[in-house]
């Protein structure tokens, strides 16, 4: 029993993210660490592209925390630093890019897509359930079908 709460306690912590700070990247005041750890969160490590650089292994990671941490000991507020980076970078470093004009598409195309898709999908089934439905025989069609019937019928319900 208490292997198995160890197993479990080991497979838990294993599973945890890995943050890539350094020791010797953390600073001594904590609430400056920690505006720097909820600001790492928020910027895209550009070399692994999907990992925040409090995530990232990376060197440019590395030296993305270590100007975060700059700017914070410089005084700049989080907005500030935010700013800087993305003057620098581009929009494209942080992890949730600002909705402006041009990541309008980026933003709200899939969901236009998957509508768009949606609809297809119901306009196409509509289409297929009218034309599935069998017409009826105008009265020309149906007197050329009993003629064709009563011509192969022998009278014993059998067709000749």
Avoid: H
């Avoid at 160890?6 to 010797?24: H, I, K, N, R, Y």
């Avoid at 509509?126 to 034309?131: L, N, T």
């Amino acid at each position: 029993m208490i292997r198995t709460l160890l197993l479990l306690a080991v497979l838990a912590l294993g599973t945890a993210p890995a943050l890539a700070v350094q020791p010797d990247e953390v600073l001594d005041d904590p609430s400056l660490e920690a505006r720097a750890r909820t600001l790492s969160a928020e910027v895209r490590c550009l070399v692994c592209q999907n990992q925040s650089i409090d995530d990232s292994n990376a060197e440019l990671a590395r030296d993305l925390r270590l100007l975060v941490r700059e700017r914070l000991v410089a005084g700049d507020s989080n907005e500030e630093v935010l700013d800087y980076l993305v003057a620098r970078y581009g929009p494209f470093v942080l992890l949730e890019p600002p909705k402006t004009e041009s990541t309008l598409i980026l933003w709200y195309g899939p969901a236009v897509l998957l509508g768009l898709g949606a609809i297809a999908v119901v306009v196409t089934l509509a289409r297929r359930r009218k034309s599935a439905a069998p017409t009826p025989l105008t009265p020309e069609e149906r007197r050329r079908l009993d003629a064709l019937l009563d011509e192969g019928d022998d009278g014993t319900g059998r067709t000749a």
